[in-house]
C-alpha cells in the first residue's frame, strides 16, 4: 500500500505561483505513475499534469506551459509547480500514484489541498 500525504494548498494571487509537495510513503518502489489531478465546483476532475518511472511527463492542455511536474526519488516527494495562475485554476488537487503489484493496478490518492487564486 501506499500513503500519499500533501501540502501547499493555499490562496495565491492572479499570475502569481505556488508549489504543492506529495510525500508518498509504504511500498513506493511500486509506484508506476505520479501524477496530479484538480476537481473545481461543478466540474469532473482532470488531469493536470502525469509523470511516469521512465521519465515521461504529460500535461493537461490548459496548464500547459505554466505547470510542472516533477519528482525528487531521495525523497519519495512529488512537486507541482504552478506559475502564472489564472481564476480558473482554483480547486481542489489530488495528488495520485498509480501503483502496480504483479498484475493487479490501483490507484491511491492524496488528501486534496485547496488552491484558491484571486484577484
Known amino acids: 500500500q501506499v500513503q500519499l500525504v500533501e501540502s501547499g494548498g493555499g490562496e495565491v494571487q492572479t499570475g502569481g505561483p505556488l508549489r504543492l509537495s506529495c510525500v508518498a510513503s509504504?511500498?513506493?518502489?511500486?509506484?508506476?505513475?505520479l501524477a496530479w489531478h484538480r476537481q473545481s465546483p461543478g466540474k469532473h476532475r482532470e488531469l493536470v499534469a502525469d509523470?511516469?518511472?521512465?521519465?515521461?511527463?504529460h500535461y493537461g492542455s490548459s496548464v500547459k506551459g505554466r505547470f510542472t511536474i516533477s519528482r525528487d526519488n531521495a525523497l519519495n516527494t512529488a512537486y507541482l509547480q504552478m506559475n502564472n495562475m489564472k481564476a480558473e485554476d482554483t480547486a481542489v488537487y489530488y495528488c495520485?500514484?498509480?501503483?502496480?503489484?504483479?498484475?493487479?493496478?490501483?490507484?491511491?490518492w492524496g488528501q486534496g489541498p485547496r488552491v484558491t487564486v484571486s484577484s
Open positions: 495520485n500514484a498509480h501503483y502496480q503489484d504483479g498484475s493487479a493496478l490501483y490507484d491511491y
Open positions: 509504504g511500498n513506493t518502489v511500486n509506484i508506476k505513475v
Open positions: 509523470l511516469t518511472t521512465d521519465g515521461s511527463i
